[in-house]
């Protein structure tokens, strides 16, 4: 079945890098995306991977899978307080009619920036 | 800004009550999704329209049902409404046949009192 699971928390300094982790059970996902919410806004696509990645970059951004462990992490270098958000994971799989598919969200990760 | 658009914004009804959502995709998409965000539950999936027709159906109670017009743009209706309905409702859309995400609308704010 599908369970996406993250840590609740993260907090890290300005300046320094943050890792957000994310597992995930379903092994016929296709795609794993970053979502990121600010407070009272919706979901902004961040960055996604092909399940036959192992890792994009972005700019600050670098996405790592291990498919082998359905681990994925999200690193964001040289935090900033406007990374401050509710960091989501979620992974898809292409419908069997051939359309894009629903996803399902992990839990978020609260990250937490300080000066 | 995703290109998404929901109304209302907000929207605070009573229990037992029927309200209609609104949401129109980006210029070109032509898959529109549902989400209900709660904090108890999270963000779970409800149900998603492709050119008209419905393709998938998640966690969507039988009050609720969604609809896609012939200009794209979705409807989500709730009614009978109760408590535990009050959650944010998000729309998102994406190209259909392409994997490249799905864009977020700013969401329904419902509270039922």
């Known amino acids: 079945g599908e369970d996406v699971e993250q840590s609740l928390f993260l907090s890290v300094r300005e300046g320094d890098s943050s890792v957000i982790n994310c597992t995930y059970t379903?092994?016929?996902?296709?795609?794993l995306y970053w979502y990121k919410q600010e407070p009272g806004a919706g979901l902004q696509l961040l960055t996604y991977?092909?399940?036959?990645?192992d890792m994009k970059q972005d700019q600050r951004l670098t996405v790592l899978l291990n498919k082998k462990d359905k681990h994925l992490s999200l690193r964001i270098a040289d935090t900033q307080t406007g990374d401050s958000a509710i960091y989501f994971c979620?992974?898809?799989?292409?419908?069997?009619?051939?359309?894009?598919?629903?996803?399902?969200f992990g839990t978020g990760t609260r990250l937490q920036v300080t000066l | 800004d995703s290109g998404v658009t929901q109304t209302p914004k907000h929207l605070i009804t009573a229990t037992g009550q029927r309200v209609t959502l609104r949401c129109s995709p980006r210029s070109g998409d032509l898959s529109v999704y549902w989400y209900q965000q709660s904090l108890d539950q999270g963000l779970q999936f409800l149900i998603q329209?492709?050119?008209?027709?419905?393709?998938a159906k998640g966690n969507i109670l039988e009050r609720f049902s969604a609809q896609q017009f012939p200009d794209l743009h979705s409807e989500l209706n709730l009614s009978s409404l109760e408590l535990g309905d009050s959650a944010l409702y998000f729309c998102?859309?994406?190209?259909?046949?392409?994997?490249?995400?799905?864009?977020f609308g700013p969401g329904t704010r419902l509270t039922v009192l």
């Open positions: 329209y492709y050119n008209g027709e419905e393709r």
């Open positions: 979620a992974e898809s799989m292409r419908g069997n009619t051939g359309t894009a598919s629903k996803l399902t």
């Open positions: 998102a859309s994406s190209a259909g046949t392409r994997e490249n995400g799905q864009f």
């Open positions: 991977i092909f399940s036959n990645m």
């Open positions: 379903d092994s016929s996902s296709t795609y």
